[in-house]
């Protein structure tokens, strides 16, 4: 298939006639969305889904397999999916090591997603998903024996361990019924007008092509391909994977101008569209395990707190709370646009010295930070295939999903 580039400048029918039909629900975009956002933040797929040829579709614009993802009505999906991530970073088993003890507080749960998910910021995995709407979901990871389940039904979030026995219990933190309505009034009211805003905010900075077409977990699927236009990125191409009958992102591959593998290369190795058992989100505590409640939940146990606590600080904690937090931020520029924007801050003090150090922490700053000097003096880039961060000995610091060149660039002009 030809690759249908779209310009900054958006086509095709004009927004009186998309608001003509009956408007969709915001509650539509939820399952696409959130599928197409775990995969870009946590997870990939290795490279070896058995594909038996690109199959034959209608030709399809940018713009028009946009619409088809804004509007894909998908509310429930099961399915596996195999993940691989390579941050480009060094191995952190000695790090950890070197950190042991360091924190001086408590341990808090094995079964704590905070801590346990931050295992797909590298490595290959294999999960399992179920979604029925935006108040159901689970997501299993599969590590040999073992099983670790996060596990969200309707107020409740329950997260699992099975290596450990551990159990973690949280409420859902969100401000209810008006927070959604709110979300579901700024959110564009058809998948057309979502198509503009997204091509309206690539402008001239991003190539957006159909890229072919590929056969992923068995379904026939168009590849949406973005591409940075500006030189400096460390981006060389996102590409996703949409189910061509339903919309449904499948597979999403983010690559880095390094080559080698994928940053991030998430997709499906099967799925299906049905809606799951209702018994697939039903949890509860395995007899003998130990359980343990989010800080929220557990300051309420204990202190007996109101279910309101934290909603007024001015009234719980006095009018002077927060005083000397005026300045936080305000020494922030960004520098650029696009691409190869760059954050700009003052740390107020000079880079410390990391001598007196573990050993292994001292080996894991050495592994991936380059030691560089320009008009700006001198500091350390260190170094990801993806975010670079430029602190110069004075203390200023500059970070971006650009290269070392350009993060040099940016402290030299700084001066």
Do not use: C
């Not at 910021?121 to 990871?141: C, F, I, W």
């Not at 058809?190 to 690539?202: I, Q, W």
């Not at 991030?264 to 949890?283: E, I, L």
């Not at 520029?333 to 691409?339: A, C, D, H, L, Y």
Request: proline fraction near 5%.
């Amino acid at each position: 298939m030809a690759a249908n580039e779209v310009p900054g400048e958006t086509v095709g029918e004009s927004r009186d006639e998309a608001r003509g039909g009956a408007r969709r629900k915001a509650s539509r975009y939820v399952v696409p969305v959130a599928v197409a956002g775990v995969a870009a933040a946590t997870i990939g797929l290795v490279p070896a889904l058995a594909a038996s040829g690109d199959p034959d579709l209608p030709e399809i614009t940018a713009q028009q397999l946009i619409e088809k993802i804004a509007g894909s009505e998908t509310q429930t999906l099961s399915g596996t999916f195999k993940v691989s991530t390579d941050l480009g970073l060094p191995a952190l088993g000695g790090l950890a090591s070197g950190l042991g003890g360091l924190g001086g507080g408590a341990v808090s749960s094995t079964a704590d997603p905070s801590q346990k998910l931050t295992e797909l910021a590298s490595g290959t995995h294999t999960l399992r998903l179920a979604a029925d709407g935006p108040e159901r979901q689970r997501l299993t990871l599969l590590d040999g024996s073992d099983e670790y389940s996060l596990i969200h039904n309707g107020d409740d979030l329950w997260a699992y361990d099975s290596k450990s026995n551990e159990v973690f219990h949280e409420k859902d933190a969100s401000d209810g019924p008006a927070a959604g309505e709110k979300e579901k009034k700024e959110l564009p009211a058809t998948p057309k007008e979502l198509a503009d805003e997204v091509l309206k905010a690539a402008g001239d900075t991003t190539s957006i092509t159909v890229d072919g077409t590929a056969k992923v977990a068995g379904r026939d699927a168009y590849q949406l391909l973005i591409k940075p236009k500006q030189a400096g990125s460390t981006v060389a191409s996102v590409k996703i994977a949409v189910d061509a009958a339903n919309g449904t992102p499948l597979k999403f591959t983010l690559s880095s101008v390094e080559g080698g593998k994928p940053v991030v290369d998430a997709g499906f190795t099967k799925v299906d569209f049905a809606r799951p058992d209702a018994s697939v989100f039903a949890f509860e505590a395995p007899k003998g395990a130990k359980v343990t409640e989010g800080a929220a939940e557990e300051a309420r146990k204990q202190e007996k707190l109101p279910e309101d606590f934290g909603k007024d600080f001015e009234k719980e904690f006095g009018k002077d709370f927060g005083k000397g937090f005026e300045d936080f931020g305000k020494g922030l520029n960004v520098i650029g646009e696009g691409w190869t924007t760059i954050a700009r801050f003052d740390t107020g003090a000079p880079a410390p010295e990391t001598d007196e150090a573990p050993k292994e922490i001292q080996g894991f700053l050495d592994s991936f930070g380059d030691e560089v000097t320009g008009k700006f003096g001198s500091g350390t880039v260190f170094k990801t295939k993806l975010v670079n961060a430029l602190l110069t000995d004075d203390g200023k610091v500059y970070v971006g999903a650009v290269t070392k060149d350009a993060l040099v660039d940016a402290a030299n002009a700084g001066k």
